[in-house]
């Protein structure tokens, strides 16, 4: 007795595309759709299973959304074929084109703003970014960018976009990434307003923009959603950001997202994977600007310390410190603006610290706090830093000077990687907890109402 039909959706666009009686007439054109990708053998007992629950990978659901697309004279979104996943972390491998890029954005960005719950889990999967570094770097360009779609798509609205990019990097600056109603705003966006747009018509001068402007959503979106400590997520943004960065042609944009994955590794222990990273991102990147190539290098060094390689951290702090002395202002990208010789002293002193060598790194203090008002997250890191590094150094007065700054600037901003700087500060100074002025630090910082 056969089993009922549990996919309507896809039963739907079978019908439609008139495969409703034609079951292995569609596993045929799948097949032949999919040759890019191996021998496949997909026949109507497939069609069969797929009507009743199962769920193909990712890349044979983008080509049977193509097949349909052809078949139908429109579009056809991933989302529409009917395979729910609740993982959706689970397919986030470089897509191997804009097409697929943009029909992984829609899934990912839909399920996500779908969700009641804003802990959408995931790991960070270090074969995945370095699969997505080979592949941005080694794969060669894509061809136009032009596409026929319902809605027309102009530069001027391509400019609100980058507006709006610059909008959430300040909300996410001045209160971190840890807040779910600025996330969760930002996913709806992305669905109601920039989907459409990928789907809809412009040429390739244009389309080109289009993919610039939304890797640029997408990577600041990765960015608040590494630092809320959403990990797979925030890797599955930054790939397809990735994607889109390569379909735009701009290499030092995704050698910046490369660095963001690399960024993201070394948060989360993986020393030597992030240094392939950065090493990837500084290679794509070819003879960038100096402020990249400072912020490329700062990125390498930190790597570098973490996976405990101190010649190389060193080498990489100097070629940094080099490429600052060589910045013209107003020369590079404007997405390069933000990193600021404040930013290379905080990772400089994050790297010396790491090593062991506490004096070396304070001498990096002052600059590092030199900061804009609107970096109160920065702020609240880099204090957090040095606090520790003269506790870490014996210096107990000077840690708890620093400390009391940390109880003003942490409370107010939402950062997973703020509370996690100020937890280290505490480890390093409970030793010394019998000292009044340390336990009474000590008592603000773990308060329930301490840092986010």
Not at 80 to 103: K, M, W
Not at 214 to 222: C, I, K, P, V
Not at 306 to 334: H, M, T
Not at 423 to 442: D, G, K, W
């Amino acid at each position: 007795m056969a089993r009922p039909v549990t996919n309507t959706a896809f039963e739907a666009l079978l019908c439609a595309a008139g495969y409703g009686n034609a079951h292995a007439a569609f596993a045929r054109q799948l097949n032949y759709a999919g040759r890019g990708h191996g021998t496949w053998r997909y026949d109507a007992a497939s069609v069969y299973w797929w009507l009743r629950g199962r769920c193909p990978a990712e890349h044979v659901q983008a080509t049977m959304a193509e097949t349909f697309a052809r078949k139908l004279g429109r579009p056809v979104a991933i989302t529409e074929l009917g395979f729910a996943t609740t993982d959706v972390t689970a397919n986030a491998s470089y897509p191997p084109s804009p097409s697929h890029a943009i029909d992984a954005a829609e899934r990912l960005w839909t399920t996500l703003a779908k969700q009641v719950s804003t802990e959408s889990g995931g790991t960070f999967h270090s074969g995945h970014a370095l699969q997505a570094a080979l592949a941005w770097r080694y794969d060669l360009p894509d061809g136009a960018i032009a596409c026929n779609g319902r809605q027309q798509v102009t530069s001027a609205d391509i400019q609100s976009l980058y507006a709006l990019a610059d909008h959430f990097t300040d909300l996410d600056r001045r209160h971190g990434g840890g807040s779910p109603r600025t996330r969760a705003l930002m996913v709806d966006f992305l669905v109601r307003q920039v989907v459409p747009m990928l789907r809809g018509t412009y040429t390739d001068a244009v389309g080109r923009d289009l993919m610039r402007a939304t890797a640029t959503l997408s990577g600041q979106l990765a960015f608040m959603s590494y630092d809320a400590g959403d990990h797979g997520i925030a890797q599955h943004h930054l790939i397809i950001a990735l994607r889109l960065a390569k379909a735009a042609d701009d290499r030092l944009y995704g050698a910046h997202l490369l660095a963001n994955l690399a960024t993201q590794a070394v948060y989360l222990g993986q020393g030597h994977h992030a240094a392939r990273l950065a090493e990837a991102a500084i290679d794509g990147a070819g003879r960038a600007p100096a402020a990249v190539r400072a912020r490329l290098y700062t990125t390498a060094a930190s790597a570098y310390s973490r996976a405990g390689e101190r010649r190389a951290c060193e080498s990489a702090l100097a070629k940094a410190e080099r490429a600052f002395d060589r910045i013209n202002p107003g020369v590079g990208p404007r997405w390069v603006a933000y990193f600021s010789p404040a930013h290379f002293a905080g990772t400089a002193l994050k790297c010396l610290s790491d090593l062991g060598l506490h004096q070396p790194a304070l001498q990096h203090a002052p600059d590092a706090i030199a900061l804009a008002n609107q970096n109160a997250r920065t702020l609240a890191l880099h204090t957090a830093l040095i606090a520790t590094a003269h506790a870490r150094a014996g210096d107990i007065e000077a840690a708890c000077g620093w400390g009391q700054e940390l109880v003003r600037h942490a409370p107010d901003v939402h950062s997973v990687r703020v509370t996690h700087r100020v937890h280290e500060f505490t480890t390093t100074l409970s030793p010394y907890q019998a000292v009044p002025q340390v336990n009474e630090l000590l008592l603000t910082l773990t308060a329930p109402t301490a840092p986010r």
